[in-house]
């Protein structure tokens, strides 16, 4: 199984300052939508997720800057996941859709939370390995 996507977005001008130039948050918000889109690829998003008894709040998430991205510059941002057995890590890379340059790298971590409970989990729930195509340990 394929655990990536990646989608394309054109950089709106709501998302820029003065300059022309993305805000620093909304790459956050680039990271989301391509988390949105790999999850769907999953068939486990965040309804799917609440619908199997569980939350899976961010509980860190990094990004490193390497360039700006600009007002109507089309970016691709692709989200990857790299760990799961404890916590569903995913890492980001946002590039240059026509260069392939790289603007931004980064990661978000998620821990699985039991809705009835209310208590966080050590080790990620059956689900997601289902989800995964994996055998669960």
């Known amino acids: 199984?394929?655990?990536e996507?990646?989608?394309e977005i054109e950089i709106p001008f709501y998302d820029v300052d003065l300059a022309g130039i993305v805000w620093h948050g909304n790459y956050v918000k680039y990271f989301e939508v391509a988390r949105c889109v790999l999850l769907d690829k999953?068939?486990?998003n965040y309804i799917d997720m609440k619908e199997s008894g569980f939350f899976w709040p961010v509980i860190d998430i990094r990004l490193r800057y390497v360039n700006?991205?600009?007002f109507k510059q089309?970016?691709?941002v692709r989200a990857a996941i790299k760990e799961w057995e404890n916590r569903l890590k995913i890492n980001y890379l946002i590039v240059?859709?026509?260069t392939g340059n790289r603007l931004i790298r980064g990661y978000s971590v998620q821990v699985a939370v039991d809705i009835?409970?209310?208590e966080m989990l050590f080790?990620?729930?059956p689900i997601l390995f289902e989800k995964l195509g994996l055998k669960a340990p």
């Open 96 to 98: 240059d859709t026509e």
């Open 42 to 44: 999953l068939n486990y």
């Open 116 to 118: 009835m409970s209310g």
């Open 5 to 7: 996507a990646e989608i």
């Open 74 to 76: 089309k970016i691709s």
């Open 1 to 3: 199984m394929d655990f």
């Open 123 to 125: 080790a990620s729930p």
């Open 68 to 70: 700006p991205a600009k």
